[in-house]
């Protein structure tokens, strides 16, 4: 069965420190990995996607991540973080290869920013 | 850009009523899903609607029940409430080809059963 795991359950970080959350993955077939953001109470907003071709993948608000095949990890980046970065953050997955499926996600990171 | 619209925004009911929660798809989107997010908890897939058929169904309980109208919106009905049923209920659609994983979401529904 298809599986997401982020194994830090909550980080913090400094204003203008790098960034990095991880994701771990569990699918058979080629995946279609994303990353979301969510802010306490609000909806979820999509910052990257990777479904094939160049392994790093750019996103919205200067956040990366990078597929790696061999390590099953689509890890998210950012160089500087910011204090509105501070929110919840899940990695998903494509539940098959059918449009119209389910996302599976992860439990969540939640960054915390420090000044 | 137009996003998707979820109603009501919250919602307060008592065990045993029923509610029913809406959501309006992104224009031209044609797919949507729903999920259900306890307090602290990652989203869980309810189940997805393609073109006004069932696409795919997730941990929907049996007093649920969904359906997608022809102009695309979709509702959640939900009967026999339970407190174990307060949650954030997320919509989110897509549109089926090259980008149809790409699902956006709602702000969703937030519904607290006492």
């Known amino acids: 069965a298809q599986s997401v795991t982020q194994p830090d359950i909550h980080i913090t970080v400094s204003e203008g420190a790098s960034l990095e959350l991880r994701c771990n993955y569990s699918?058979?077939?080629?995946?279609?990995l994303f990353w979301y953001v969510q802010s306490p109470g609000q909806g979820l907003q999509l910052l990257l996607k990777y479904f094939s071709g160049d392994t790093l993948v750019q996103g919205i608000k200067g956040f990366e991540a990078e597929f790696k095949r061999s390590q099953s990890s689509f890890n998210l980046r950012k160089p500087s973080v910011h204090w509105s970065d501070a929110a919840e953050y899940f990695c998903?997955?494509?539940?098959?290869?059918?449009?119209?499926?389910?996302?599976?996600f992860g439990k969540g990171t939640t960054l915390s920013v420090s000044s | 850009a137009a996003g998707v619209i979820q109603s009501p925004r919250h919602l307060i009911k008592e065990k045993r009523e029923t509610a029913t929660l809406k959501c309006y798809p992104i224009p031209r989107h044609d797919t949507v899903y729903w999920y259900q997010q306890g307090p602290g908890q990652d989203p869980q897939f309810l189940i997805s609607?393609?073109?006004?058929?069932?696409?795919d169904k997730g941990s929907i309980p049996d007093r649920f029940s969904a359906q997608q109208f022809s102009d695309y919106h979709s509702e959640l009905n939900m009967s026999s409430l339970e407190l174990g049923d307060s949650a954030l209920y997320f919509c989110?659609?897509?549109?089926?080809?090259?980008?149809?994983?790409?699902?956006?979401f709602g702000p969703g529904t937030r519904l607290t059963v006492t």
């Open positions: 998903a997955v494509g539940a098959s290869g059918q449009a119209g499926t389910a996302l599976i």
């Open positions: 989110a659609s897509s549109l089926r080809g090259a980008s149809s994983y790409e699902q956006y």
């Open positions: 609607f393609y073109e006004k058929m069932q696409s």
């Open positions: 699918y058979g077939a080629t995946p279609y």
